[in-house]
């Protein structure tokens, strides 16, 4: 059976499987040692091993699909965030994709709906699965700072006119595991990939996702200098003083 009717009669049977829209290409059908092309990032947070197995997708009824994936700010040791590299693969025949990059807060251990920023951009020339190739946003004009610990990045797009779109996907089982979350317009809340019973997630270890952060920047945090830690003990004495007089 060819790729192309093979990708097809997966997109059957999810579509027809239950509520979830999430679209998969079948794990396993990659050479050994096939590797995404344009290996960018590489001098951020990497969490895949440089291979794609497979990849996270949208029956094309969808028309707001979501994939995002979990980063920790001690990875990226910045609060602003400087690139975006996603690893796009497709198997239908047009090869450009409008998108958006996410980075969303988290909040007890899921991301919110809302995300805290957000950046267009376009991928042109995506090959055709089993290859990929990343593609590099440059997000420091989106002010990209990330709010909380955890925090989650990841794209957004509209598979009913970019159909057949792909995002990469580590099945290896090389990289520690990292959780990914999806939703769709047709969801009301996320839903862990390490958490679903759909199959089509099974052997998952992360998403071709990567971030880069600008070096050396971290929020801004007020300090003293020697007169003012001098003037603030001078004050904290005085209340003290003031407190035990009125104790007496």
């Known amino acids: 059976m060819s790729l192309r009717k093979t990708t097809l009669w997966l997109l059957v049977v999810v579509a027809l499987s239950g509520p979830v829209s999430a679209q998969l290409l079948g794990p396993g059908t990659l050479p050994e040692g096939m590797a995404a092309q344009n290996d960018d990032c590489s001098n951020g947070v990497v969490k895949d091993d440089g291979t794609l197995e497979t990849g996270y997708g949208w029956v094309p009824s969808v028309v707001d699909g979501r994939y995002v994936q979990r980063f920790a700010y001690v990875e990226l040791d910045s609060r602003k965030l400087e690139e975006v590299c996603v690893c796009w693969t497709r198997t239908g025949g047009d090869d450009e994709i409008t998108f958006r990059v996410h980075l969303y807060r988290d909040s007890a251990g899921v991301p919110l709906l809302t995300p805290e920023a957000s950046l267009e951009a376009v991928a042109a020339g995506v090959p055709e699965f089993p290859e990929g190739a990343f593609v590099s946003v440059d997000v420091r004009d989106a ?5 909380t610990d955890v925090s989650y990045i990841g794209v957004e797009w509209d598979p009913s006119v970019d159909t057949f779109f792909f995002v990469c996907a580590d099945h290896s089982d090389v990289m520690p595991v990292t959780d990914g979350w999806f939703i769709d317009d047709r969801a009301d809340e996320w839903t862990s990939v390490l958490e679903t019973s759909d199959p089509i997630f099974a052997g ?13 920047y971290q929020y801004l945090i007020p300090t003293l200098g020697t007169t003012g830690i001098i003037v603030m003990v001078v004050v904290i004495a005085f209340a003290a003083s003031l407190l035990l007089r009125k104790k007496r």
């Open 143 to 147: 002010d990209m700072r990330i709010p």
């Open 204 to 216: 998952h270890r992360a998403m071709m996702i990567r971030a880069v952060g600008v070096e050396g």
